[in-house]
């Protein structure tokens, strides 16, 4: 025979199962209570956190957007850690564990989705903290050549002498050397040139280093450099190395040009000759035009 439905056993069953939570409730306040305290902390720790390292990208000299970036992530894993902990108060083992597993199941699809991104963006946090390479830096790397004018988490974008702009990935960077000009107040111009076979060798080369000399200052141990480099097909090659002030491709372009005339002027004025190479043609066969037979 079926039994039939006690509507008043019914709600003692609701009533008893609703105590049971409270019981429940009321056992584990203080756990709750500590873990709300101690992720409010965690939120405020994050949040000072965060600041202290805008601050010490902001000495660093680095990107707004890269500090901004990287005191946003650097607050979400402290929060996240927070997160855990109070979890772990409220002996919510499985739930923590569920969390952590699929926290780490989707990361390792995000990660293998994103693996150029996230290799961009680590190699832009990497290159924030960098001090050879700064906005306004004059740099040289995977064949071009330009002005620093922004470093992101993805990217670096350099203007070029031409004005264009060219975004590299902060992987090559990384990845490839890279040349600074800015970081060194100081460079080295090498000028190559060549004078005739009949010069005085010797007066050349006291003239080319007082001409030099003469316009840039050699500060220190600094000092004037030139040798002789081989005979070469129509002069004896030379080079002479000296230093100046550079900061930028530029700056080598303009003390070449400045070297250029002053040697110039000085060995026109002392009769040093700069040969150039002379081709000359020599007909060996005597040419005769005869008339085709048959022609009256």
């Given at each position: 025979m079926e039994?039939?439905?006690?509507?008043?056993?019914?709600?003692?069953?609701?009533?008893?199962?609703?105590?049971?939570?409270?019981?429940?409730?009321?056992?584990?306040?203080?756990?709750?209570?500590?873990?709300?305290?101690?992720?409010?902390?965690?939120?405020?720790?994050?949040?000072?956190?965060?600041?202290?390292i805008n601050r010490i990208l902001l000495k660093k000299g680095?990107?707004?957007?890269?500090?901004?970036?990287?005191?946003?992530?650097?607050?979400?894993?402290?929060?996240?850690?927070?997160?855990?902990?109070?979890?772990?108060?409220?002996?919510?083992?499985?739930?923590?564990?569920?969390?952590?597993?699929?926290?780490?199941?989707?990361g390792l699809a995000i990660g293998l989705a994103l693996q150029g991104t996230l290799t961009n963006t680590f190699s832009g946090v990497i290159l924030s903290f960098l001090d050879e390479l700064q906005i306004g830096d004059w740099i040289e790397t995977n064949g071009f050549a330009g002005e620093v004018m922004t470093i992101s988490l993805r990217n670096i974008m350099i203007k070029e002498s031409d004005n264009n702009y060219v975004m590299i990935p902060n992987s090559k960077i990384i990845d490839s050397p890279f040349k600074n000009f800015t970081r060194t107040p100081r460079s080295r111009v090498m000028l190559n040139c060549g004078v005739a076979y009949g010069s005085d060798l010797e007066m050349v080369q006291d003239l080319t280093k007082e001409t030099i000399a003469g316009i840039f200052q050699q500060?220190?141990?600094?000092?004037?450099?030139?040798?002789?480099?081989?005979?070469?097909?129509?002069?004896?090659?030379?080079?002479?190395?000296?230093?100046?002030?550079?900061?930028?491709?530029?700056?080598?372009?303009?003390?070449?040009?400045?070297a250029i005339i002053a040697?110039?002027?000085?060995?026109?004025?002392?009769?040093?000759?700069?040969?150039?190479?002379?081709?000359t043609i020599d007909f060996t066969n005597n040419l005769s035009i005869n008339k085709p037979k048959g022609d009256s």
């Open positions: 039994e039939k439905f006690n509507i008043q056993k019914s709600i003692g069953g609701i009533y008893d199962k609703m105590d049971g939570w409270l019981d429940s409730i009321i056992l584990n306040l203080p756990n709750f209570l500590l873990a709300i305290v101690v992720f409010i902390i965690f939120v405020i720790i994050a949040k000072y956190v965060a600041k202290i680095s990107q707004a957007s890269i500090r901004q970036t990287t005191a946003k992530v650097t607050r979400i894993v402290v929060i996240a850690i927070g997160f855990f902990v109070a979890l772990g108060l409220l002996n919510l083992d499985k739930v923590l564990t569920s969390v952590l597993a699929g926290a780490g199941v989707l500060r220190g141990n600094e000092e004037v450099e030139f040798m002789y480099l081989a005979f070469g097909d129509s002069s004896i090659d030379f080079v002479v190395r000296f230093w100046t002030d550079v900061t930028r491709n530029k700056d080598v372009l303009v003390a070449k040009n400045t040697i110039k002027k000085a060995f026109d004025q002392n009769k040093v000759t700069i040969p150039f190479p002379i081709r």
